[in-house]
């Protein structure tokens, strides 16, 4: 039996028979080639979002997808008794590109950020020193498991899961007079995201992190970055930190470092690494050949196609782009964020729902974050011709409903009704309100703000 290419009966499967803590959209893909999905009716659509800057190097790299084949045929799993030579390969190779002596391989980001906050404690453990408490941001986001709710600075993640782990402090982003504050005798650890990405794409400010490794060193605290999202070329260097001059102690990476295909790791010093003594932690799976060997073809591709100067190429283009939309719409609030790392944030006429369906429909997939915010993450081999695509289509988009801010600015409610936008904007042309509606670009009970989490 297949249920391959019939998108009703995988729907029912998936209704029946998986637990239901996503909000799907009604579209199940089924191959890709490039920057390019195709959905079971062979509708085409390009990958703005990268499956959540995962996929890098697109889809069916050839590089990739040699190297998961070959490593298939050769050995999947082996266990962690013996040497694996795919996870020696990329250990050398991350710590040749990066900061770190020392490397830690696990399946994903929240795990990556699991053995960071546990090597944050019992590195000063080993030293006889009570440290313990790890501080972290409002709003960041650092995984799904009890210790990663923990640390991350959103309620919503942990509140149903309650009592949290404790240890962890929530100080405000870019906000160095508050981490100073939050600062004490037991803090082990600073953990942040140079980017929030689940929270809408907001990057820290360069004095502010290096305010932050300024202060970590002087009160003898471990900094530990999240690059989970940024790392691995997103941003347009190898990982983020290296955009702000500054080094941490330990490092998480997941996402694009696999390529696809589940991969964590925690990079860290040969100082930091003494935290971990044989048997204080570990992984099944953690740094299997196959997941090896894509995070090495990975890494491979990094160093012989250009991927980097592609980011950096594409990012400018963009980012000039979608700002000359900016100046030419006054319904786009802000574009924000860094390489391939990108936040259009709207006003209030416009939800990022809508937005998000709208664009779908035209072929283009994105991320909406909150009511007001689409993200884009695609993957690092996107094109100028295919940026300029997605800008125009937006352009198309926005040309249909945005009038002057004077007008459509008086729509205060971000998830307005029809009915309600009639009797609030008065000065808003009938067909345009209809237009807005017709495209899915005001709110209504189809047109819910759903969380869109990582
Ligand atoms: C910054 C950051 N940290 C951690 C995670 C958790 O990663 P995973 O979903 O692989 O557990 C994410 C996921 O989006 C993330 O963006």
Avoid at 50 to 57: D, E, T
Avoid at 158 to 186: C, L, Q, T, W
Avoid at 378 to 405: E, H, R
Wanted: proline letters at 4%; a neutral charge; aromatic letters at 8%.
């Amino acid at each position: 039996m297949s249920i391959e290419n019939d998108l009703a009966l995988i729907q029912d499967f998936d209704k029946n028979y998986c637990l239901q803590v996503f909000n799907l959209m009604p579209v199940a893909f089924v191959k890709g080639k490039g920057c390019y999905l195709y959905d079971t009716e062979g509708r085409k659509y390009l990958d703005m979002i990268g499956g959540i800057a995962v996929n890098c190097l697109g889809y069916n790299h050839p590089k990739l997808t040699s190297a998961i084949t070959s490593q298939a045929k050769k050995i999947v799993h082996a266990c962690n008794y013996y040497y694996i030579p795919e996870k020696s390969e990329l250990a050398y190779r991350l710590c040749r590109a990066s900061f770190a002596d020392k490397v830690f391989f696990c399946n994903s980001g929240a795990e990556a950020n699991e053995a960071a906050i546990k090597l944050a404690r019992s590195y000063w453990y080993y030293k006889d020193i009570n440290k313990y408490e790890i501080i972290t941001a409002d709003m960041s986001f650092h995984g799904r498991t009890m210790g990663t709710i923990a640390a991350t600075g959103q309620a919503k993640f942990s509140r149903p899961f309650e009592p949290n782990v404790p240890g962890f402090v929530h100080v405000p982003y870019n906000d160095i007079d508050a981490m100073i504050e939050a600062v004490n005798p037991k803090t082990a650890a600073i953990m942040l995201e140079l980017i929030q990405g689940e929270s809408g794409v907001h990057p820290a400010d360069l004095e502010y992190i290096q305010a932050i490794r300024k202060l970590c060193t002087e009160k003898g605290v471990l900094l530990i970055f999240d690059e989970v999202q940024t790392g691995v070329g997103r941003t347009g260097k190898m990982f983020c930190y290296q955009n702000y001059g500054v080094t941490p102690d330990i490092m998480t990476l997941a996402k694009g470092l696999g390529g696809g295909v589940p991969i964590g790791a925690m990079l860290t010093t040969n100082e930091v690494a003494t935290g971990f003594k044989p048997g204080d932690h570990g992984s099944t799976f953690g740094g299997n050949p196959l997941a090896c060997a894509a995070g090495n073809a990975v890494m491979e591709a990094f160093d012989s196609e250009g991927i980097i100067d592609n980011v950096k190429d594409v990012s400018d283009e963009l980012f000039d782009k979608l700002n000359k939309l900016r100046t030419k719409y006054n319904c786009i609030r802000s574009v924000r964020g860094k390489g391939l790392l990108i936040g259009i944030e709207f006003d209030d006429t416009i939800t990022a729902q809508g937005m998000r369906q709208q664009l779908f429909s035209m072929g283009f997939l994105v991320s909406a974050i909150g009511t007001s915010t689409i993200r884009l993450a695609p993957p690092l081999i996107l094109t100028k011709a295919q940026a300029g695509q997605f800008v125009k289509a937006l352009d198309k988009i926005l040309k249909n409903v945005a009038g002057p801010k004077s007008v459509l600015g008086r729509i205060k409610d971000a998830l307005p009704s029809k009915k309600q936008i009639r009797e609030s904007a008065s000065g808003v042309g009938s067909a345009k309100i209809d237009k807005l509606d017709e495209m899915g670009l005001t709110g209504g009970k189809d047109n819910k703000p759903v969380d869109e989490d990582d």
